[in-house]
C-alpha cells in the first residue's frame, strides 16, 4: 500500500429503493469490502435517503465531490435505472456543471435484472457510460448479471457456490481498481455467466411467485384485471 | 380512440421543447378524432416504485402507493396509444417520465414466460397499443440518440406494443419542424 492508495476514497451508491437489504447492496458492498482491504477509504449511499431532504442532497453532493471512484449499483427497473437513480444522476450532472470537480474521479456501475439474460441490462449501462462522459467522470466500466432474484439481497458469502463468478468478477475488479485500472474484460464476462441453469430459474422464479402469492392469500386473484374496463 | 400523452419535461427551462411537442401531439390526434389525455409528469405525485411487489402478489394489478399514479394508470390500460416525451437523459428517460414508466409494474403477471428468445413477464392486460416515444436532445449527440433509440425498443419488447415509433429532436426545434415531425410520427405509427 502506498501513500496516494491510502488516500483514495470509493463511494458505495446503492440505487436500490430496497436499500440495505436489496442485492445492489450486497453486489456492491462485497466490491466496497475488497476496496477497503486495498486500502481505500469507504461510503456507502442509499438512494431514498440521499434525496430525503437538502441536507440529504448537499451531504450526496459532499461525497461525490471527495471519491476517487463511485460504484453505482443497481437493479434494473424497466429496463434501466430505477427513477431515483436517474433524479440522483440529474442532480449530480447540474451540480458538476456548476461547481468542476477539483479531481481526476472514475465511476462504474454494478446492475442486475431479475431475468436471466444478461444482455437485458445493456441500455443502462450504456446509460451509465453516458453520464459518466457528461458528467465528467472517467467511465470505469459496467459488471451486469441476469438472475438477480437467485441473490434476492443476501450477502454473497450466504449466496453459496453458485455466486461464484460474481465473487471472482468482483475480485477481480476489485483488484484492477485498487491498482489505479478499471473493471477487467474478464470481471464483465464473468459476471455475465448464469448462476444456474435458464430453465431451472425460470421453473424455481414461478413456483417462488406462485407461492408467495398463496402465502398472501392472492393465489386466486393474482390474475386479475382491476382497471379492465 | 384514446391517447396518453405523458409529458417528462420539466415543469420550468429545458420543459419548453417538451411542452411544445405535447401541445402539437394534442392538435394532432384532436384533429384524427381521439381523445386524448395529457400527465404534466413534473406537476404530479407520483412517488417512486418501491419494488414491493405487492402489486403481484398482495392485491394484485393495483399499486401500494396511492397518489396520481393509480389515475396514470388507469388510462394509460384504457389507451390505443401511449406518447412518451422527455429530455434524452444520458441516452435515457428523465426521472418524471421514469417514475411513471416504474409504477407500469401492476400491467405485468409476476410469472415468467418466453418471448422474442428471451424471458419476460407477460401482460395483466389483452389490450395493446402504439408506443410513440420523443426525445429532445439540447446538442447533437449520436450516441445518446443510438441509447435511447435501444432502450425504446427494450420497452417495446417488454410491454409488447402494437408497434413502436422513435423520434429524436433538437430542443430548439422551431414551431414548423416540431409539427413536421409529430406528424410524421403520428403516420408512421399507422394513426389515423
Known amino acids: 500500500m502506498n501513500d496516494t492508495t491510502r488516500e483514495r476514497k470509493a463511494l458505495l451508491f446503492v440505487g436500490s429503493p430496497k436499500g440495505l437489504k436489496s442485492t445492489s447492496h450486497a453486489l ?14 469507504t461510503e456507502t449511499l442509499l438512494v431514498g435517503a440521499a434525496l430525503h431532504a437538502a441536507k440529504d442532497l448537499a451531504a450526496m453532493h459532499e461525497a461525490v465531490a471527495a471519491a476517487d ?3 453505482f449499483s443497481f437493479p434494473l427497473y424497466v429496463d434501466q435505472l430505477p427513477a431515483p437513480l436517474i433524479e440522483a444522476l440529474e442532480l449530480i450532472a447540474e451540480e458538476r456543471k456548476a461547481h468542476p470537480p477539483a479531481k481526476p474521479q472514475k465511476t462504474m456501475a454494478i446492475v442486475q435484472c431479475g431475468f436471466p439474460e444478461t444482455h437485458q441490462n445493456r441500455p443502462a449501462c450504456e446509460i451509465m457510460n453516458q453520464f459518466a462522459k457528461e458528467a465528467g467522470f472517467e467511465w470505469a466500466g459496467g459488471l451486469a448479471m441476469g438472475m438477480g432474484g437467485a441473490v434476492a439481497g443476501r450477502s454473497l458469502e450466504k449466496a453459496g457456490g453458485m455466486a461464484r463468478n460474481t465473487v471472482k468478477a468482483l475480485d477481480l475488479a476489485a483488484a484492477s481498481l485498487i491498482g ?9 464476462d464473468l459476471m455475465a455467466k448464469p448462476l444456474m441453469p435458464k430453465w431451472l430459474y425460470r421453473l424455481v422464479g414461478n413456483w417462488g411467485m406462485k407461492s408467495q402469492a398463496r402465502k398472501h392469500g392472492a393465489r386466486k386473484t393474482v390474475y386479475n384485471r382491476p382497471y379492465a374496463a | 380512440m384514446n391517447a396518453i400523452i405523458l409529458n417528462g419535461g420539466p415543469a420550468n427551462g429545458r420543459g419548453s421543447a417538451s411542452r411544445k411537442i405535447r401541445d402539437t401531439a394534442v392538435k394532432e390526434f384532436q384533429s384524427l378524432g381521439w381523445a386524448v389525455r395529457v400527465f404534466d409528469l413534473d406537476g404530479l405525485t407520483i412517488k417512486p416504485c418501491r419494488g414491493c411487489f405487492a402489486c403481484w402478489l398482495k392485491h394484485p394489478g393495483t399499486c401500494a402507493i396511492q397518489d396520481d399514479g393509480e389515475e396514470y394508470l388507469r388510462t394509460f390500460i ?4 401511449a406518447v412518451w416525451i422527455t429530455p434524452v437523459t444520458f441516452g435515457g428517460y428523465s426521472s418524471s417520465l421514469k417514475k411513471a414508466l416504474d409504477r407500469t409494474i401492476p400491467t405485468i403477471l409476476p410469472f415468467f414466460i418466453r418471448a422474442h428468445g428471451e424471458i419476460h413477464h407477460p401482460q395483466r392486460y389483452e389490450r395493446r397499443r402504439k408506443l410513440l416515444a420523443l426525445g429532445t ?3 447533437r449527440d449520436a450516441e445518446a440518440e ?8 427494450r420497452n417495446a419488447i ?14 430548439h426545434a422551431d414551431d414548423a419542424e416540431v409539427t413536421a415531425r409529430v406528424k410524421d410520427l403520428i403516420r408512421t405509427a399507422g394513426i389515423a
Open chain 1, 28 to 41: 456492491g458492498s462485497y466490491l466496497l469490502k475488497k476496496l477497503e482491504a486495498g486500502g481505500l477509504a
Open chain 1, 69 to 71: 471512484l463511485i460504484v
Open chain 1, 180 to 188: 489505479g485500472g478499471n473493471v477487467p474484460r474478464e470481471a464483465v
Open chain 2, 78 to 81: 384504457a389507451s390505443d396509444a
Open chain 2, 137 to 139: 436532445l439540447r446538442d
Open chain 2, 146 to 153: 443510438r441509447v435511447f433509440r435501444g432502450l425504446v425498443q
Open chain 2, 158 to 171: 417488454n410491454m409488447n406494443p402494437l408497434k413502436t415509433n422513435v423520434c429524436v429532436m433538437s430542443e
